[in-house]
């Protein structure tokens, strides 16, 4: 009956996991609540998990990266690297993965990415070639930097804390490089040979023509004895209606839309149907002129611009509306669309709630645009401008991160008081706000790898690893032991497709260890197949890596299934072939 149970969890986890309708850290205490409410775990074994080394490890890993991305150098020294003027793009390419991989298997793949994303942009165009040529390869190389180290992704990470827990030694900081570097080696050859035929070509337009603003933009007048005179121009009736406004045309001089009453004489740039336009003329007593001064609405305005911000993983601002988020006031820029899975959303946008990779296309003034550099709520696409870099202190910090690193892998000290230190040092050398340090922890993930951890606690104690186990190994023994070990690889990559990558390997590890000690062969040839399978998420772009390139590379969903596909069917070649002769059965 508990067998049951907990497979009944089991598969509700990683249906919601997939669909991502309720967040992964609230399926977690779910899960745990259950656990915990049917006896099966005690709140020792269900929080035990959270005590772990490995989630200070994270954590303090989190912080260090945190505030060496918020110096910008390393945007300076990527940007100083790719010297564009006598390359080709077959060297910029090669570049490009060299020092994505390299970086990334130091730092989250998700920060990596969204640190080069402006510096590619400006390259390609420099090189007058498409941005979808770079941005993929871009995501898949962060990815694919990961499996170089232990601490590379979150997942390796997580998963060495699971060794432990089960007995086994625990990974090593470069155990995994050797197959991280011939991985990398692959993506290189094939991202220059098949890769580079394959990457769709997909030119930059202006903004507008992108998002198809044009021709919703009318310009009205507030006439005399309006209803609109005296509203607030944010809560006035107009954006009640669904329209939004750009710009104030007051006293003969044009703002960006302002806190303010409004005034008889007022003139608005405004976008939404014609329709509505027309029919609202009438009902608030407004004139509407012909056509918009181009003059009035343009991007390269020293008033007021246009220009596009991604939504990254760390924003708050995902899984809220434009309205919820008051995002007219909190950042002083109106949202004209939102580029979304190769589709431009611009009718009733106030109400769409947001989401990882969402691309919006927003207007406001330069300063604006200016604040949003150290915010981490949005990500502005243009030319990267190193006078936000601070020199000195990022050197620092990076001097820190390394220093961690080599006390931990010399066994001078343990890994999780290195990283501390190193987190404490880079809040204490002012290289991040205590504030804003508790905000680059993704909480949420540290609750999905504890409570997980426990899950695979329930799954042992219950004997529910061993009974799946069993089934597997009845099913697929006659094929041999390689074939099981492939049948888990499979099995990780294609879970990790819909579900994060720590969620995948730690649903598939228990099992994967139990059908290993069944078999009477090493458990960490298994677990370091499991592990590395977890982080070959290519075949679609719900990796959040892919997700951010997904809209500035104006990308399909089938590129990613074309492209990373065949990827991905090489790199389970090399798993399935290189994992057993490092860590033989």
């Not at 200070?56 to 990266?65: G, N, P, Q």
């Not at 010399?410 to 991040?432: E, H, N, Q, T």
């Not at 590395?532 to 719900?542: D, E, Q, R």
């Amino acid at each position: 009956m508990e067998i049951a149970f907990v497979l009944g969890l089991l598969g509700i986890a990683i249906l919601l996991f997939s669909l991502e309708t309720i967040s992964v850290d609230m399926v977690t205490a779910i899960i745990l609540i259950a656990l915990t409410t049917s006896g099966i775990l005690t709140p020792g074994e269900a929080f035990e998990g959270f005590s772990s080394d490995f989630i200070i490890i994270l954590a303090s890993i989190f912080i260090i990266t945190g505030a060496i991305e918020d110096s910008g150098f390393l945007e300076y020294m990527i940007t100083r690297f790719f010297k564009v003027e006598k390359a080709g793009a077959n060297m910029v390419l090669l570049n490009l993965i060299i020092v994505t991989s390299f970086i990334s298997a130091f730092m989250n793949n998700t920060t990596v990415t969204a640190l080069m994303i402006n510096p590619i942009i400006s390259i390609s165009r420099k090189l007058q070639l498409s941005a979808s040529k770079l941005l993929m390869p871009l995501a898949f190389a962060s990815i694919v930097g990961g499996n170089c180290t232990m601490i590379g992704t979150s997942t390796n990470v997580a998963v060495s804390g699971y060794m432990v827990k089960a007995g086994l030694p625990p990974m090593g900081m470069f155990e995994i490089w050797h197959i991280g570097l011939v991985i990398t080696i692959l993506l290189i050859i094939y991202m220059l040979t098949i890769g580079k035929w394959l990457l769709p070509d997909r030119q930059d337009h202006s903004l507008v023509e992108d998002f198809g603003i044009r021709e919703y933009l009318s310009e009205i007048v507030v006439g005399a004895g309006s209803r609109l005179i005296g509203q607030t121009i944010f809560k006035s009736d107009l954006t009640k209606h669904g329209f939004r406004i750009f710009n104030v045309i007051r006293d003969g001089m044009v703002y960006p839309v302002l806190d303010s009453p409004i005034h008889e004489g007022d003139t608005f740039i405004i976008a939404g149907k014609p329709g509505e336009i027309l029919r609202i003329k009438d009902m608030y007593g407004l004139e509407l002129k012909a056509e918009v001064d181009k003059n009035v609405y343009d991007e390269k305005s020293s008033k007021s611009k246009l220009g596009e911000v991604l939504i990254p993983a760390k924003s708050d601002l995902v899984k809220t509306t434009i309205r919820e988020a008051d995002f007219n006031k909190r950042f002083g820029l109106n949202v004209l669309a939102i580029h979304r899975s190769g589709h431009s959303l611009i009718d009733q946008i106030s109400d769409i709630e947001l989401a990882v990779g969402d691309l919006l296309l927003v207007q406001g003034g330069e300063e604006r645009f200016k604040y949003l550099y150290k915010n981490h709520n949005l990500l502005v696409l243009e030319e990267y401008d190193e006078k936000n870099t601070s020199f000195r202190k990022g050197a620092l910090l990076i001097g820190i991160f390394i220093a961690a690193l080599l006390v931990g892998t010399f066994d001078l000290l343990p890994y999780s008081i290195c990283f501390l230190i190193a987190a404490v040092l880079s809040i204490l050398l002012k290289g991040v706000q205590i504030e804003k340090a508790y905000h680059l922890i993704d909480w949420r993930l540290l609750i999905l790898i504890g409570g997980m951890s426990a899950f695979g606690t329930a799954m042992a104690k219950t004997g529910t690893d061993k009974f799946l186990s069993m089934l597997i190994v009845d099913n697929l023994l006659p094929f041999g032991v390689e074939a099981i070990f492939g049948g888990f690889l499979v099995l990780t990559i294609l879970l990790t497709q819909p579900m994060s990558n720590a969620a995948a390997a730690l649903v598939v590890l228990p099992i994967a260890l139990q059908t290993a000690t069944d078999l009477n062969v090493n458990p960490r040839t298994f677990a370091m197949g499991v592990m590395l399978a977890a982080s070959v998420s290519l075949i679609t772009p719900f990796e959040p890596a892919c997700i951010l390139v997904y809209g500035p590379g104006k990308y399909k969903f089938s590129d990613f299934l074309r492209i990373g596909g065949l990827l991905t069917l090489m790199i389970l070649v090399v798993l399935f072939f290189m994992v057993p002769y490092y860590w033989p059965f």
